[in-house]
């Protein structure tokens, strides 16, 4: 009997030990309350005073998620144009599908998880974010080192955002997006 509930006991250590998720992790204290940090993620206006020029946001489960990072791009290549929410508990966590820019179309193909948890701090919060889901092999790794450089920018601008008071202006990139899109337009086939 002793050998039996030993055996167990390691049987089921065994099978709880796992190998920790690859995954990127970050997390920043943003001067605002939550109410306004959670709507900056949660709705289209918000996301553009500090993520990108343009966006969908639906905050519900399914809802869209769509980031355009740039408007002008063919439908599929403005950003996370096809994007949706998962889950979502109010002014505390939400959770996305993500995917690799275009310059990475096997890695684009698939999707990985953002998960954002917002927790009060005073007068600010900390904001979580955790990236999971990714591949090791083709193009993940660089798809993986992207976001390990892209997501500080984002969540700095997000402080920015809220240290200043202003949206973030998005005229100097949409004048560039609109340049670079008329030079390739320009080349031949």
Known sequence: MFTKLLLTGALATACTVQAAE???ELAIQVKAPVSAVWQA??????ITSFFAPEAEVDPRPDGAFHIFMDPYAKPGM???????VLAVEPERLLSFTWNA???????RAQRTVVILRFTPDGETTRLTLTHLGWGSTGEWPQARAYFEKAWPN???NLQTRFETGKPYDWSAWRTQLKQWHAKEERKPE
């Open 78 to 84: 403005k950003g996370a144009d096809t994007m949706q």
């Open 22 to 24: 690859p995954s990127i």
């Open 41 to 46: 993620w949660t709705s289209s206006d918000g």
């Open 154 to 156: 984002v969540l700095k």
């Open 101 to 107: 820019p275009p310059h990475l179309a096997q890695a």
